[in-house]
């Protein structure tokens, strides 16, 4: 079992930056993919970026050169800095791992751009 706990997110404006954070436990093997998917209202669960074991990473269209993802693998942790946030990004962020083909997903943080 794993459990993800995230926290970071919060109120900002247009323009702003947010770093989300995210802590995996449990029994965790070494090659596994974590990232960060986001559900804006309305909407369906889209990915963000997802980080593989060697630091290889895929981001959506949407974020390119705005988000980085990072993971710190002695800490099980991934990272989520959002620059230049608009908002559009308005949504609950969550952290996700698929450790040895099970799929874990944290309760989700929210983060709200105004404009």
């Known amino acids: 079992q794993v459990q993800l706990v995230e926290s970071g997110g919060g109120l900002v404006q247009a323009g702003g930056s947010l770093r989300l954070s995210c802590a995996a436990s449990?029994?965790?093997?070494?090659?596994?993919?974590m990232g960060w998917y986001r559900q804006p209202p309305g909407k369906q669960r889209e990915l963000v970026v997802r980080i593989g074991s060697s630091g290889s990473l895929t981001y959506a269209v949407s974020v390119k050169g705005r988000f980085t993802g990072s993971r710190d693998n002695a800490k099980n942790t991934v990272y989520l800095q959002m620059n230049s946030l608009k908002p559009e990004d308005t949504a609950v962020y969550y952290c996700?791992?698929?450790?040895?083909?099970?799929?874990?997903w944290g309760k989700g943080t929210l983060v709200t751009v105004s404009s």
């Open positions: 996700y791992i698929n450790n040895y083909g099970m799929e874990y």
């Open positions: 449990g029994s965790i093997f070494s090659s596994n993919v």
